[in-house]
């Protein structure tokens, strides 16, 4: 299966690898989106850029406080979803 490590960068970039029975994943589709757990703000798209290796980079920079992102990575008819909070 897949699996995936998120976490944010020191710009607060949200940072993505997946792997697939572990092995890095070429051609992934990723979106994402960003919420505030109480609905503090308005949900937002986030766009991927990747950097090789199966790993992407968020191309925005997510606000300080507490995030969750729920997460949709594609290849063909694979698909694998994630919801990961972010602070």
């Known amino acids: 299966g897949w699996t995936e490590e998120v976490d944010l960068d020191s710009d607060r970039h949200v940072r993505l690898a997946l792997r697939k029975d572990s092995a890095i994943v070429d051609g992934v589709q990723v ?3 960003l919420s505030h757990p109480l609905g503090r703000a308005a949900p937002r798209d986030v766009r991927f850029a990747p950097l090789g290796d199966g790993t992407f980079r968020s191309l925005d920079a997510v ?25």
């Not at 507490?66 to 990575?73: K, M, P, S, T, Y």
Request: aromatic share 8%; proline share 4%.
């Open 31 to 33: 979106s994402a989106t």
């Open 63 to 87: 606000p300080a406080g507490r995030w969750r992102l729920d997460l949709i990575a594609r290849r063909g008819s694979d698909e694998a979803r994630y919801r990961t909070d972010l602070q």
